[in-house]
C-alpha cells in the first residue's frame, strides 16, 4: 500500500530549537566556531564561559592561573563580548548563556553590545541560566552568600521584566542535580524547590503589576539520561507540577503564562571513557526521552559528543551530534502527530509515581525552611552524595549495567580514537596572550569613567538598587569582569557551601572488609591511622568525584580531610602539612590538571613533603598522564576507572611503599 499520506504539512509541528553547548580559547575563535555551526542549521547559541568569567576573576588573577579559555570562552570586557557576536545579529540570535554567579554581569556586557548594534532591547531573545542555588549542590560556581545571590537572581528578573520581555532571565537548572547523582524524583523536587524560593523572593519585593509576567518568563534546564521512559514521564510530571504550583501557589491565570517551559543537554554522566563510540547510541536514546512526547517535549536541545570524556570536542564532534537533532527532527514522522502517550495507563501511572514522589519530596523541603534553609544545612547536598554513591556502587557490584564497562568489554580497537587530534586542545599561549590584550584594554581607557562606574555599583549593592543599570555602565565604561567581581565581593562577601560529605562511615557498606583490613594493618605500621588529603585545586567546581573517592576512603577507614572545592596550591599544601597526611589526592576535570598539578608538587617540596605521593583524577589524556607521572605524581585515574575500591586498594599500597621508602632514610639519619 506504501507509506500513508502525512497530515498537512501546515500543522506540522515546528522543531525545537537546535543548540550546540561552545566556546573555547579566545572569542574570537569561539565566534568563528559560532558562526559556523549556524552556517550547518544550528538554530541557537550556547555560549560556555570560562572559569574565571563564571567566577568573577580576570584572566591575569592567581586563581586563574591554568584556566583561562579551557572550558569556556575568556570574557574579561565589553571588547572581548563584542568580539564574541561578531557579525552575528543578536535581534535575529536565540542565545542561551550558562552563567551563573555572574549571570548579571555578562547579561549586561550582552546588553551593552546590543545597544551598540542599535537592537532595541525588546527585541533580545534568549536565557541566562542564572540559578545560583543548584550552584551550591551541583557545580560550583557560586562566589556569594545565599541571600545576595537570590538578591541578583531577583534584580535581573525585574529587570527582564521590565526591559527584556522576551528574555528568559532564569533557566532553573536541574541539568547539574542529576549529574550530580540526582534521582528523577529529586531532580523534580529539588528543581521546584529552587523555582518557588526565587518566585517568593521576587513576589516578595513587590516591584511588579502583573506577576503572571515574572511567571511566564522563568524557564527549566533539564537532563534525560537512558531510561528514557522513565526520564519522558519526569517531563510530563514536570509540567503537569508547574501548572499546579504556578496556578494554586501564584494566582496565575493565563495558561501560556503556566506553561512548563524547558531546554535540555541531555546526560553526559552516563558517557564512558571506554568504547566510546557507545556514547552515540546513548545519547540518542536519552534525546527521545525528551522529543517523543508533544506535550513535554522540549524547547531547545543541545546534545554531548560522543567523546566528551576523553577531552574537549571538535567541531566535527559537535557537526554529529547536530545532524542527530537533524535527522530526528526533518526525515522522521515524529513532528507530523500529536502525543502519541495519551491515554497510556503505564505512563499515567508512573507520571503520578513521581509526582506524588516529588511532592513529598518537596514538603520535607518546606517543613526545613525552604530551598535556601535546605541548602544551608547541608541536606540538600548530602541527599545528592547518597544518590550518587548508590549509583556508583551499583555499577560497581553490576546491578547496574553499562555496556563496555561492566558488560561486554571485550571490543575491537576503535578507529575514532587513534592517530593525533582525537580531541581539541587548547593551546598553552592562549592564556598569556590573553592576559596582554586585557592589560592592552587597561591601559586605553578612562580609569576616572571606570572608578566612577565602580562607585555607583558598589552603592547600588549597599543601597538595594538593582544591580543591572549600574552592571549595563560599568560594561560601557569598560570595567572588566574581574572588577565588578570584586566590588560586589566587598558589598557581599564570599561563601563556601557545605560538602555533603559526613565525617561518620556508614555501616551499611559491603565489599569493603578485606581493604578496611588492610587499612589497619597499615595504619599499626604508620603509627596512627592513614590520613587522606582529598584536594581541589583550581576552580573547577565539578566536586562529583572528589565526593565519592572521600566517602569511599571514609568508609575503607582512613582519616579523610576534604575541605570542598576551589583550593588554591597554596592552601592544599598548608592542609597537608597542618594535618600531616600520608598521601594527597587531587581532582581536576577542568583540563587544567599540568599546571596545577605540578604547582602543588613544587609546593609540597618546598614545603619539605616531597616524601608524601600524590594521586590525581580527571578528564586526562594519555600524555598527559604520563607528564604527571614524570613530575612525580604516583598515579593517575581517569573515567574508565569506576571500580572506587580498587583505588583505595591502591593508595593503600601506595602509602605503605611510600613509608617503606622512607624507613632507610630515616634509619641513616
Known sequence: MGDQPRRDKPLRDKPWIFRTYAGHSTATASNELYRKNLSKGQTGLSVAFDLPTQTGYDSDHPQAKGEVGKVGVPISHIGDMRALFDAIPLDAMNTSMTINATAAWLLALYIAVADEQNVPRGKLQGTTQNDIIKEYLSRGTYVF????????????????????????????????????????????????????????????????????????????????????????????????????????????????????RYGVQVNSLGLTEQQPENNVYRILISMLAVTLSRKARARAVQ??????????????????????????????????????????????????????????????????????????????????????????????????????????????????????????????????????????????????AVAAALEDLRAAARDGRNIMPPSIACAKAKVTTGEWGFTLRSAFGEYRA??????????????????????????????????????????????????????????????????????????????????????????ILSGSHLPLVRDVIARMKAAGLSDVPVVVGGIIPPQDASALKNAGVAEVYTPKDFELNRIMSDLVRIVEHSAQAKEPADAAE
Open 498 to 587: 557545605p560538602t555533603g560529605v559526613g565525617r561518620a562511615a556508614r555501616n551499611d557498606t559491603t565489599g569493603l572488609d578485606d581493604i578496611r583490613a588492610e587499612v589497619d594493618r597499615v595504619s599499626k605500621k604508620l603509627g596512627r591511622r592513614l590520613k587522606f588529603l582529598v584536594g581541589k585545586p583550581g576552580l573547577d567546581g565539578h566536586s562529583n568525584g572528589a565526593e565519592q573517592i572521600a566517602v569511599r576512603a571514609r568508609d575503607a577507614g582512613m582519616d579523610v580531610v576534604y575541605d570542598g572545592i576551589r583550593l588554591t596550591p597554596e592552601a592544599i599544601v598548608e592542609a597537608a602539612a597542618e594535618g600531616n597526611v600520608h598521601v594527597v589526592g587531587l581532582s
Open 145 to 260: 552568600p545565599p541571600a545576595p545571590s537570590m538578591r541578583l537572581i531577583k534584580d535581573t528578573i525585574l529587570f527582564t521584566t521590565r526591559e527584556m520581555p522576551k528574555w528568559n532571565p532564569m533557566n532553573v537548572c536541574s541539568y547539574h542535580l542529576q549529574e550530580a547523582g540526582a534521582t528523577p524524583q529529586q531532580e523534580l523536587a529539588f528543581a521546584l524547590a529552587t523555582a518557588v524560593a526565587v518566585l517568593d523572593t521576587v513576589k516578595a519585593a513587590g516591584a511588579v503589576s502583573d506577576f503572571g509576567e515574572v511567571v511566564g518568563r522563568i524557564s527549566f534546564f533539564v537532563n534525560a539520561s537512558t531510561h528514557f521512559v522513565t526520564e519522558m514521564c519526569k517531563m510530563r510530571a514536570f509540567g503537569e507540577l508547574w501548572d499546579k504550583i504556578t496556578r494554586e501557589r501564584y494566582g496565575v491565570t493565563d495558561p501560556k503564562q503556566r506553561l512548563f
Open 303 to 448: 546534545l554531548p559528543t560522543w567523546n566528551e570524556a576523553l577531552g574537549l570536542p571538535r567541531p566535527w564532534d559537535q557537526q554529529w551530534s547536530l545532524r542527530m537533532q537533524q535527522i530526528l527532527a526533518y526525515e522522521t514522522d515524529l513532528l507530523d502527530y500529536g502525543d502519541i502517550f495519551d491515554g497510556s495507563a503505564e505512563i499515567d501511572s508512573k507520571v503520578e509515581e513521581l509526582k506524588c514522589a516529588a511532592l513529598e519530596e518537596l514538603g520535607h523541603i518546606e517543613k526545613l525552611g525552604g530551598a535556601i534553609a535546605a541548602v544551608e544545612m547541608g541536606y540538600m547536598k548530602g541527599q545528592l552524595v547518597a544518590s550518587n554513591t548508590a549509583r556508583l556502587e551499583a555499577i560497581e557490584r553490576n546491578d547496574q549495567a553499562v555496556i563496555g564497562v561492566n558488560r561486554y568489554i571485550e571490543t575491537e580497537p576503535s578507529p575514532l580514537t587513534t592517530g593525533e587530534d582525537t580531541i581539541m586542545t587548547v593551546s598553552h599561549e592562549v592564556e598569556a596572550e590573553q592576559i596582554a590584550r586585557l592589560n592592552a584594554w587597561r591601559a586605553e581607557r578612562d580609569g576616572k
